[in-house]
Protein backbone atom coordinates (compact mmCIF):
# COMPACT_ATOMS: atom_id res chain seq x y z
CA UNK A 1 0.00 0.00 0.00
CA UNK A 2 2.46 2.39 0.79
CA UNK A 3 4.56 1.97 -2.45
CA UNK A 4 1.08 2.40 -4.34
CA UNK A 5 1.10 5.65 -2.30
CA UNK A 6 4.75 6.83 -3.41
CA UNK A 7 4.24 5.95 -7.03
CA UNK A 8 0.50 8.21 -6.84
CA UNK A 9 2.21 10.90 -5.12
CA UNK A 10 5.10 10.99 -7.59
CA UNK A 11 2.72 10.65 -10.46
CA UNK A 12 0.75 13.77 -9.20
CA UNK A 13 3.99 15.46 -8.84
CA UNK A 14 5.20 15.38 -12.31
CA UNK A 15 1.25 16.11 -13.02
CA UNK A 16 2.16 19.14 -11.61
CA UNK A 17 5.27 20.14 -13.55
CA UNK A 18 3.55 19.04 -16.88
CA UNK A 19 0.89 22.02 -15.91
CA UNK A 20 3.73 24.50 -14.64
CA UNK A 21 5.27 23.91 -18.35
CA UNK A 22 1.92 24.48 -19.55
CA UNK A 23 1.05 27.78 -17.96
CA UNK A 24 4.93 28.82 -18.78
CA UNK A 25 4.05 28.40 -23.15
CA UNK A 26 0.83 29.94 -22.55
CA UNK A 27 1.94 33.27 -21.21
CA UNK A 28 5.28 33.67 -23.81
CA UNK A 29 2.60 32.97 -26.93
CA UNK A 30 -0.16 34.71 -24.90
CA UNK A 31 -2.77 32.60 -25.43
CA UNK A 32 -3.47 30.94 -21.68
CA UNK A 33 -7.35 30.88 -21.79
CA UNK A 34 -9.70 32.35 -18.48
CA UNK A 35 -11.00 28.87 -18.14
CA UNK A 36 -7.54 27.65 -17.82
CA UNK A 37 -6.90 29.97 -14.91
CA UNK A 38 -10.02 28.91 -13.46
CA UNK A 39 -8.79 25.33 -13.48
CA UNK A 40 -5.40 26.69 -12.29
CA UNK A 41 -7.42 28.31 -8.92
CA UNK A 42 -8.90 24.88 -7.96
CA UNK A 43 -5.86 23.19 -8.23
CA UNK A 44 -4.34 26.60 -5.99
CA UNK A 45 -6.11 25.08 -3.46
CA UNK A 46 -5.34 21.51 -3.63
CA UNK A 47 -1.52 22.83 -3.89
CA UNK A 48 -2.01 25.14 -0.66
CA UNK A 49 -3.32 21.83 0.82
CA UNK A 50 -0.10 20.14 0.26
CA UNK A 51 2.01 22.38 1.31
CA UNK A 52 0.32 23.88 4.39
CA UNK A 53 0.40 21.86 7.56
CA UNK A 54 -2.77 22.72 9.00
CA UNK A 55 -4.88 22.05 5.70
CA UNK A 56 -2.86 19.03 5.15
CA UNK A 57 -3.13 17.50 8.45
CA UNK A 58 -6.80 18.15 8.29
CA UNK A 59 -7.95 17.37 5.02
CA UNK A 60 -4.78 14.54 3.37
CA UNK A 61 -3.87 13.02 6.70
CA UNK A 62 -6.44 10.86 6.70
CA UNK A 63 -5.97 9.51 3.35
CA UNK A 64 -2.26 9.75 2.90
CA UNK A 65 0.52 10.83 5.43
CA UNK A 66 3.54 10.83 2.94
CA UNK A 67 4.25 13.41 0.71
CA UNK A 68 7.18 12.99 -2.32
CA UNK A 69 9.88 15.45 -2.79
CA UNK A 70 8.53 15.13 -6.63
CA UNK A 71 5.20 15.94 -5.73
CA UNK A 72 6.35 18.72 -3.19
CA UNK A 73 8.34 20.42 -5.76
CA UNK A 74 5.72 19.79 -8.54
CA UNK A 75 3.49 21.58 -6.40
CA UNK A 76 5.40 24.21 -6.03
CA UNK A 77 6.89 24.67 -9.59
CA UNK A 78 3.00 24.88 -10.62
CA UNK A 79 2.65 27.81 -8.22
CA UNK A 80 5.08 29.40 -9.16
CA UNK A 81 4.15 29.57 -12.89
CA UNK A 82 1.15 30.03 -12.77
CA UNK A 83 1.25 33.04 -10.30
CA UNK A 84 4.05 34.12 -13.43
CA UNK A 85 1.36 33.66 -16.08
CA UNK A 86 -1.20 35.35 -14.39
CA UNK A 87 1.18 38.73 -14.15
CA UNK A 88 2.22 38.13 -17.64
CA UNK A 89 -1.15 38.12 -19.11
CA UNK A 90 -2.56 41.11 -17.10
CA UNK A 91 -2.77 45.07 -17.55
CA UNK A 92 -0.25 45.34 -14.94
CA UNK A 93 2.74 43.96 -17.04
CA UNK A 94 1.71 45.87 -20.14
CA UNK A 95 3.36 48.95 -20.88
CA UNK A 96 1.10 52.32 -21.50
CA UNK A 97 -1.42 51.70 -24.50
CA UNK A 98 0.43 48.68 -25.25
CA UNK A 99 -1.82 45.70 -26.76
CA UNK A 100 -1.39 41.80 -25.72
CA UNK A 101 -1.93 39.45 -28.78
CA UNK A 102 -5.61 38.42 -28.27
CA UNK A 103 -6.48 42.22 -28.29
CA UNK A 104 -4.16 42.47 -31.58
CA UNK A 105 -5.92 39.69 -33.38
CA UNK A 106 -9.40 41.16 -32.57
CA UNK A 107 -8.04 44.69 -33.91
CA UNK A 108 -10.46 45.26 -37.13
CA UNK A 109 -7.85 45.67 -40.69
CA UNK A 110 -7.90 49.14 -41.70
CA UNK A 111 -10.00 50.09 -44.73
CA UNK A 112 -8.09 52.12 -47.45
CA UNK A 113 -10.85 51.60 -49.92
CA UNK A 114 -11.90 55.03 -49.90
CA UNK A 115 -8.34 56.68 -50.19
CA UNK A 116 -6.99 53.57 -52.62
CA UNK A 117 -10.31 54.40 -54.90
CA UNK A 118 -9.49 58.39 -54.93
CA UNK A 119 -5.82 58.00 -55.84
CA UNK A 120 -7.32 55.52 -58.49
CA UNK A 121 -9.46 58.50 -59.77
CA UNK A 122 -6.50 60.77 -59.48
CA UNK A 123 -4.20 58.84 -61.74
CA UNK A 124 -7.36 58.26 -63.90
CA UNK A 125 -7.66 62.16 -64.61
CA UNK A 126 -3.56 62.21 -65.15
CA UNK A 127 -4.35 60.18 -67.67
CA UNK A 128 -6.95 61.97 -69.61
CA UNK A 129 -5.41 64.91 -69.47
CA UNK A 130 -2.06 62.86 -70.71
CA UNK A 131 -0.04 63.80 -68.30
CA UNK A 132 1.86 60.23 -68.28
CA UNK A 133 5.13 60.17 -66.22
CA UNK A 134 2.74 61.95 -62.88
CA UNK A 135 -0.19 59.31 -64.03
CA UNK A 136 2.20 55.90 -63.94
CA UNK A 137 3.68 57.20 -60.46
CA UNK A 138 -0.20 57.62 -59.23
CA UNK A 139 -1.19 54.11 -60.50
CA UNK A 140 1.97 52.45 -59.38
CA UNK A 141 0.93 54.02 -55.29
CA UNK A 142 -1.77 51.78 -55.67
CA UNK A 143 -0.91 48.19 -53.26
CA UNK A 144 -1.47 44.84 -53.99
CA UNK A 145 -4.47 44.56 -51.79
CA UNK A 146 -6.56 47.60 -53.18
CA UNK A 147 -9.62 46.51 -55.14
CA UNK A 148 -7.92 48.98 -58.69
CA UNK A 149 -5.21 46.42 -58.02
CA UNK A 150 -5.41 45.26 -61.40
CA UNK A 151 -7.12 47.44 -63.34
CA UNK A 152 -4.65 50.03 -62.40
CA UNK A 153 -1.62 47.26 -63.51
CA UNK A 154 -3.41 46.61 -66.99
CA UNK A 155 -3.53 50.42 -67.32
CA UNK A 156 0.30 51.52 -66.15
CA UNK A 157 1.08 48.60 -69.02
CA UNK A 158 -0.42 50.83 -71.45
CA UNK A 159 0.86 54.03 -70.67
CA UNK A 160 4.11 52.38 -70.47
CA UNK A 161 4.00 51.38 -74.18
CA UNK A 162 2.32 55.18 -75.03
CA UNK A 163 5.28 57.00 -73.05
CA UNK A 164 7.68 55.11 -74.44
CA UNK A 165 7.11 55.70 -77.90
CA UNK A 166 6.07 59.65 -77.20
CA UNK A 167 9.76 60.11 -75.71
CA UNK A 168 11.36 58.78 -78.58
CA UNK A 169 9.54 60.77 -81.16
CA UNK A 170 10.44 63.56 -78.54
CA UNK A 171 14.32 62.47 -78.49
CA UNK A 172 13.91 62.21 -82.41
CA UNK A 173 12.80 65.55 -82.87
CA UNK A 174 15.62 67.36 -80.20
CA UNK A 175 13.39 67.46 -77.14
CA UNK A 176 16.19 65.77 -75.05
CA UNK A 177 14.92 67.46 -71.77
CA UNK A 178 11.21 65.98 -72.05
CA UNK A 179 12.42 62.08 -73.38
CA UNK A 180 14.64 61.80 -70.58
CA UNK A 181 12.08 62.65 -68.40
CA UNK A 182 9.52 59.82 -69.98
CA UNK A 183 12.09 57.16 -70.37
CA UNK A 184 13.05 57.79 -66.43
CA UNK A 185 9.34 57.49 -65.92
CA UNK A 186 8.77 54.08 -67.96
CA UNK A 187 11.87 52.54 -66.06
CA UNK A 188 15.39 52.46 -67.77
CA UNK A 189 14.68 48.35 -67.91
CA UNK A 190 11.77 49.00 -70.14
CA UNK A 191 12.96 47.84 -73.92
CA UNK A 192 15.89 50.18 -75.36
CA UNK A 193 15.58 53.01 -72.63
CA UNK A 194 18.97 52.16 -71.07
CA UNK A 195 20.08 52.94 -74.61
CA UNK A 196 18.53 56.10 -74.84
CA UNK A 197 19.29 57.52 -71.53
CA UNK A 198 23.00 56.58 -72.18
CA UNK A 199 22.50 58.69 -75.04
CA UNK A 200 21.23 61.70 -73.81
CA UNK A 201 23.74 61.60 -70.47
CA UNK A 202 26.44 61.15 -73.33
CA UNK A 203 24.78 64.65 -75.00
CA UNK A 204 24.75 66.21 -71.52
CA UNK A 205 28.49 65.69 -71.07
CA UNK A 206 29.25 67.34 -74.94
CA UNK A 207 27.03 70.24 -74.23
CA UNK A 208 29.49 70.69 -70.81
CA UNK A 209 32.27 69.78 -72.33
CA UNK A 210 31.58 72.71 -75.28
CA UNK A 211 30.99 75.01 -72.70
CA UNK A 212 34.01 74.59 -71.06
CA UNK A 213 36.07 74.67 -74.04
CA UNK A 214 34.02 77.96 -74.78
CA UNK A 215 35.44 79.22 -71.59
CA UNK A 216 38.81 78.43 -71.70
CA UNK A 217 38.86 80.27 -75.44
CA UNK A 218 37.31 83.31 -73.34
CA UNK A 219 40.45 83.26 -71.02
CA UNK A 220 37.91 82.34 -68.02
CA UNK A 221 40.70 79.47 -66.77
CA UNK A 222 39.22 79.51 -63.46
CA UNK A 223 35.26 79.06 -64.90
CA UNK A 224 37.00 76.39 -67.25
CA UNK A 225 39.17 74.62 -64.60
CA UNK A 226 36.14 74.12 -62.71
CA UNK A 227 33.83 72.87 -65.60
CA UNK A 228 36.48 70.57 -66.80
CA UNK A 229 36.54 69.41 -63.12
CA UNK A 230 33.02 68.49 -63.56
CA UNK A 231 34.01 66.26 -66.17
CA UNK A 232 36.05 64.34 -64.59
CA UNK A 233 37.18 61.30 -66.94
CA UNK A 234 35.18 62.31 -69.75
CA UNK A 235 37.28 62.45 -72.93
CA UNK A 236 40.24 64.93 -72.20
CA UNK A 237 38.43 66.76 -69.46
CA UNK A 238 41.53 65.81 -67.07
CA UNK A 239 44.25 67.53 -69.21
CA UNK A 240 41.85 70.39 -69.83
CA UNK A 241 41.57 71.19 -66.18
CA UNK A 242 45.44 70.63 -65.82
CA UNK A 243 45.85 73.16 -68.74
CA UNK A 244 43.21 75.52 -67.41
CA UNK A 245 45.38 75.97 -63.69
CA UNK A 246 48.18 76.14 -65.40
CA UNK A 247 46.86 79.15 -67.24
CA UNK A 248 45.32 80.73 -64.31
CA UNK A 249 49.00 80.35 -62.61
CA UNK A 250 50.44 82.37 -65.62
CA UNK A 251 48.02 84.96 -65.21
CA UNK A 252 48.56 85.24 -61.73
CA UNK A 253 52.57 85.38 -61.66
CA UNK A 254 52.11 87.83 -64.44
CA UNK A 255 49.28 89.91 -62.54
CA UNK A 256 51.83 89.51 -58.86
CA UNK A 257 54.57 90.99 -61.01
CA UNK A 258 53.00 93.72 -62.35
CA UNK A 259 51.67 95.02 -58.85
CA UNK A 260 55.69 94.79 -57.51
CA UNK A 261 56.66 96.80 -60.61
CA UNK A 262 53.92 99.34 -59.41
CA UNK A 263 55.00 99.50 -55.66
CA UNK A 264 51.63 97.75 -55.07
CA UNK A 265 54.11 95.66 -52.45
CA UNK A 266 51.43 94.07 -50.47
CA UNK A 267 49.11 92.84 -52.87
CA UNK A 268 52.01 91.37 -54.89
CA UNK A 269 53.36 89.49 -51.77
CA UNK A 270 49.66 88.39 -51.16
CA UNK A 271 49.37 87.17 -54.95
CA UNK A 272 52.69 85.71 -54.64
CA UNK A 273 51.91 83.74 -51.54
CA UNK A 274 49.05 81.88 -52.77
CA UNK A 275 51.29 80.69 -55.98
CA UNK A 276 53.33 78.79 -53.69
CA UNK A 277 55.99 77.23 -55.32
CA UNK A 278 55.28 78.24 -58.75
CA UNK A 279 58.24 79.70 -60.50
CA UNK A 280 60.37 81.82 -58.33
CA UNK A 281 57.03 82.92 -56.02
CA UNK A 282 59.12 82.71 -52.82
CA UNK A 283 62.56 84.18 -54.20
CA UNK A 284 59.70 87.19 -55.19
CA UNK A 285 58.29 87.33 -51.80
CA UNK A 286 61.54 87.53 -49.98
CA UNK A 287 62.80 90.30 -51.94
CA UNK A 288 58.96 92.32 -51.18
CA UNK A 289 59.52 91.67 -47.58
CA UNK A 290 62.96 93.11 -48.24
CA UNK A 291 62.03 96.42 -49.70
CA UNK A 292 59.05 96.58 -46.76
CA UNK A 293 61.64 96.54 -44.21
CA UNK A 294 63.91 98.96 -45.89
CA UNK A 295 60.66 100.94 -46.49
CA UNK A 296 59.98 100.87 -42.55
CA UNK A 297 63.78 100.78 -41.23
CA UNK A 298 65.40 103.99 -39.87
CA UNK A 299 68.96 104.97 -41.20
CA UNK A 300 70.75 105.84 -37.86
CA UNK A 301 73.77 107.02 -37.31
CA UNK A 302 76.33 105.24 -35.82
CA UNK A 303 77.11 107.95 -33.08
CA UNK A 304 73.59 108.13 -31.78
CA UNK A 305 73.31 104.74 -31.59
CA UNK A 306 76.14 104.32 -29.63
CA UNK A 307 75.82 107.19 -27.51
CA UNK A 308 72.68 106.03 -25.92
CA UNK A 309 71.10 102.99 -27.56
CA UNK A 310 68.79 102.32 -25.01
CA UNK A 311 67.03 105.53 -25.81
CA UNK A 312 66.30 103.59 -29.21
CA UNK A 313 64.91 100.06 -27.84
CA UNK A 314 62.09 99.20 -30.40
CA UNK A 315 63.33 101.07 -32.93
CA UNK A 316 63.90 99.24 -36.74
CA UNK A 317 67.35 100.10 -38.45
CA UNK A 318 68.86 99.09 -41.34
CA UNK A 319 73.28 98.99 -41.32
CA UNK A 320 75.84 97.55 -43.61
CA UNK A 321 78.78 96.24 -42.22
CA UNK A 322 81.80 93.47 -42.17
CA UNK A 323 81.19 90.33 -39.53
CA UNK A 324 84.40 90.51 -37.08
CA UNK A 325 83.67 87.76 -35.27
CA UNK A 326 80.45 84.95 -35.72
CA UNK A 327 79.51 82.11 -33.89
CA UNK A 328 76.58 79.95 -33.33
CA UNK A 329 74.45 79.08 -30.50
CA UNK A 330 71.74 77.22 -29.47
CA UNK A 331 70.47 77.36 -33.03
CA UNK A 332 70.96 81.17 -32.98
CA UNK A 333 73.48 82.89 -34.90
CA UNK A 334 75.70 86.03 -32.64
CA UNK A 335 77.83 88.14 -34.45
CA UNK A 336 80.19 91.29 -34.40
CA UNK A 337 79.70 93.80 -36.84
CA UNK A 338 82.10 96.72 -37.87
CA UNK A 339 79.56 99.16 -39.89
CA UNK A 340 81.47 102.33 -40.23
CA UNK A 341 84.34 101.59 -43.68
CA UNK A 342 87.37 103.71 -43.02
CA UNK A 343 88.59 102.73 -46.36
CA UNK A 344 91.82 100.32 -47.77
CA UNK A 345 89.40 97.05 -46.26
CA UNK A 346 89.73 98.82 -42.66
CA UNK A 347 85.93 98.58 -41.02
CA UNK A 348 85.30 100.46 -37.51
CA UNK A 349 82.32 100.97 -34.81
CA UNK A 350 81.31 97.88 -33.95
CA UNK A 351 77.56 96.66 -32.93
CA UNK A 352 76.51 93.05 -31.66
CA UNK A 353 74.37 91.22 -33.75
CA UNK A 354 71.58 88.38 -32.62
CA UNK A 355 69.44 86.74 -35.72
CA UNK A 356 66.75 83.44 -34.52
CA UNK A 357 68.33 81.19 -36.82
CA UNK A 358 71.56 79.76 -38.52
CA UNK A 359 73.21 81.09 -41.41
CA UNK A 360 75.93 80.62 -44.48
CA UNK A 361 77.77 83.73 -43.51
CA UNK A 362 81.52 83.51 -41.92
CA UNK A 363 84.32 86.40 -40.85
CA UNK A 364 85.13 88.72 -43.13
CA UNK A 365 81.94 88.09 -45.07
CA UNK A 366 79.71 91.61 -45.89
CA UNK A 367 76.11 91.59 -44.53
CA UNK A 368 73.16 94.05 -44.75
CA UNK A 369 71.06 93.98 -41.09
CA UNK A 370 67.62 94.80 -40.48
CA UNK A 371 66.44 94.25 -36.97
CA UNK A 372 65.36 95.86 -33.96
CA UNK A 373 67.45 98.20 -31.46
CA UNK A 374 67.48 96.19 -27.80
CA UNK A 375 69.75 98.39 -25.86
CA UNK A 376 73.49 98.24 -25.19
CA UNK A 377 75.22 95.23 -24.97
CA UNK A 378 78.63 94.79 -22.73
CA UNK A 379 81.43 92.92 -22.88
CA UNK A 380 84.67 92.35 -21.68
CA UNK A 381 88.02 92.94 -23.89
CA UNK A 382 90.90 90.55 -24.73
CA UNK A 383 92.70 93.67 -22.68
CA UNK A 384 90.34 93.10 -19.59
CA UNK A 385 88.22 96.50 -20.81
CA UNK A 386 84.47 96.67 -20.16
CA UNK A 387 82.82 97.73 -23.53
CA UNK A 388 79.33 98.41 -23.97
CA UNK A 389 78.13 98.16 -28.34
CA UNK A 390 74.61 98.56 -29.66
CA UNK A 391 72.58 95.59 -29.48
CA UNK A 392 70.46 94.45 -32.42
CA UNK A 393 67.79 91.73 -32.89
CA UNK A 394 68.13 91.14 -36.76
CA UNK A 395 64.68 90.74 -38.56
CA UNK A 396 66.56 89.35 -41.85
CA UNK A 397 70.35 89.06 -43.48
CA UNK A 398 70.85 90.17 -46.72
CA UNK A 399 74.52 89.10 -48.45
Excluded at 43 to 63: C, D, H, N, Q
Excluded at 217 to 227: F, L, Q, V
Amino acid sequence: MEKLVSMFNNALGVIFLLMGFFFILGSIIGETSSGAFFFAAVLFLVISGLLLSPIREKIFLATNKTISGVQRFGAVFLLFTFAMGVIANSDFAKPSGAASPADTKRTPTVNNADEDAATFAKAENLYKEKNLPLALMIYGKLNSSAAQYKGAQEKMGIIRKELYDLSVSQFNNGDIAQAEIGFNAVGPVYEKSREYLNQIEEQHQQRKYNEAVSLFKKKDYAGASYAFGELRDYKDAAQRKADSDAKMLAMDYQKASKLLNTGKYEEAKTLYEQLGDYKNSKKQIDKIEGILLDKKAIRLSYGKLKKNPDSYAGTLVKYYGKIFTIREEGGKTIMQVNVTNHGYGFWDDQIMVVFDNTTDLEENHMVTIYGTVTGGFTYQSVAGWNITVPLINAERLIW
